[in-house]
């Protein structure tokens, strides 16, 4: 008989004991700032109904989310029903005889859903951070996974912009703690409807947004080539063209924003907001923070509202570790309108590959054992056992080794651990 080959779902990994201290070293980390910053945790279930997560995303996210087929469905009362609805999916429509719920897709639409359900008995603002799998049938590549953890951080019930100021240090603050350089992109939804509405359709967001978002991967040429799909003419895109151009130092860039857009109320609304941020930072010693106005970060999630941030090790070859942003009515798509947010977002996958290929883990994270007794016969073990649990209580990391045996394979078993 062939031997079976056993493996993994793709784009799923399985965690060593080495790994799992230096994620844990992350986690620790983010989830400290977090705790300075005054956010509390939260956790809620990987699995949501459909109807949560479907129409929060995009078309191309809706399509990422892994469903769940509803049980039962090998019984013959249910097969015809089941065909049925399959038939449907294959059309693109979604059947609550083939599936009702999904695997979470991010934090945040989750969070919104939480906030939701319980805002009556919420003390606003609300400050959470949450350290949680998110799943996406997605396609697998360096630093892009079907499952892995998020850490956000969000503050619900608050407009002011010294919530995006907060989220700003964090970033700064847990990058400086891992010892990785990163540029801090910041830009404004408003500006990209600004930029929709200067191309004579406002209705015409999504697809500009969802086109300039691709800009780093497919290039400048196939972005128009995007654009003129959706239906967008020469003068149009020559605007867009115009508006990816900007470049030069944070203020020119806004300078230039404004040159081109400043007949939109909603540019001088998002430009007046960055400036804001950054007039603040420097007026408050955080001048040194690495943010940058990159008006191309479009952030193709439908549900941002105003400012919108990405995060980019340097001299790295890596997608972004980081992104966020305000969404002022998410809460509003589950009947409770009027409750303002922001948020941001680490990617741990993405940091853990920029650590391992810097190789700046610190050497501390990889210690296990600090003390391993050798197993010298039975009198000697009793004795190791009672002095083991003596450090132990101490906090010492400590083990006896299980078997008396020749002292170069306890040496080794020592090398290893």
């Not at 799923?12 to 230096?22: I, L, Q, Y």
């Not at 360096?142 to 907060?166: I, P």
């Not at 239906?231 to 203020?251: A, F, M, P, Q, R």
């Not at 190791?384 to 003596?390: E, G, K, P, V, Y």
Request: charged content about 25%.
């Amino acid at each position: 008989m062939a031997k079976a080959t056993v493996s993994v779902p793709q784009g799923t990994r399985d965690f060593g004991p080495e790994t799992v201290r230096k994620r844990n070293y992350i986690f620790s980390v983010i989830k400290s700032v977090f705790e300075k910053y005054g956010f509390q945790p939260l956790e809620t279930p990987a699995m949501e109904n459909l109807e949560t997560l479907m129409g929060k995303y995009g078309e191309e996210g809706d399509r990422l989310i892994f469903k769940i087929l509803n049980n039962g469905l090998s019984d013959p009362a249910n097969t015809e029903k089941a065909k049925a609805a399959f038939e449907q999916v294959l059309n693109g429509k979604n059947s609550k005889d083939l599936t009702e719920r999904a695997l979470r897709y991010d934090l945040t639409i989750p969070f919104a859903r939480y906030v939701a359900m319980n805002h009556q008995r919420l003390h606003f603002p609300f400050r959470r951070y949450q350290v949680q799998p998110v799943w996406r049938a997605d396609r697998p590549q360096r630093g892009r996974y079907r499952e892995f953890y998020q850490c956000d951080a969000d503050v619900v019930g608050s407009n002011s912009l010294l919530n995006e100021v907060e989220l700003a240090g964090i970033y700064a603050d847990v990058f400086a703690k891992l010892n990785i350089p990163v540029t801090i992109k910041l830009n404004n939804r408003k500006v990209l409807a600004a930029l929709a509405a200067a191309t004579g359709d406002a209705t015409k967001l999504t697809d500009i947004t969802v086109a300039i978002d691709k800009l780093d991967k497919i290039g400048l040429d196939k972005v128009v080539l995007e654009l003129q799909g959706k239906g967008l003419g020469d003068v149009e895109i020559d605007i867009i063209k115009k508006y990816l151009s900007i470049s030069g130092s944070n203020t020119e860039r806004l300078q230039q924003v404004e040159d081109l857009l400043g007949n939109e109320p909603l540019a001088k609304e998002g430009v007046s907001e960055l400036r804001w941020i950054l007039d603040f930072l420097q007026s408050t010693g955080r001048g040194n923070i690495p943010i940058e106005m990159d008006f191309t970060l479009a952030r193709g999630l439908n549900y941002y509202t105003g400012t919108i941030f990405e995060v980019k090790a340097l001299d790295v070859q890596m997608g972004s570790i980081g992104g966020g942003g305000r969404y002022d009515d998410l809460t509003g798509l589950f009947g409770v309108p009027g409750i303002p947010g922001v948020g941001i977002s680490f990617g741990v996958d993405r940091i853990y590959d920029v650590l391992e290929e810097k190789n700046t883990f610190p050497p501390e994270v990889q210690s296990g054992t600090d003390v391993l007794f050798f197993n010298l016969g039975a009198a000697e073990c009793r004795a190791a056992f009672q002095l083991a649990d003596l450090l132990r209580a101490n906090g010492v990391r400590c083990e006896v080794f299980h078997e008396n045996v020749k002292f170069d394979k306890q040496f080794k078993y020592a090398e290893k651990s």
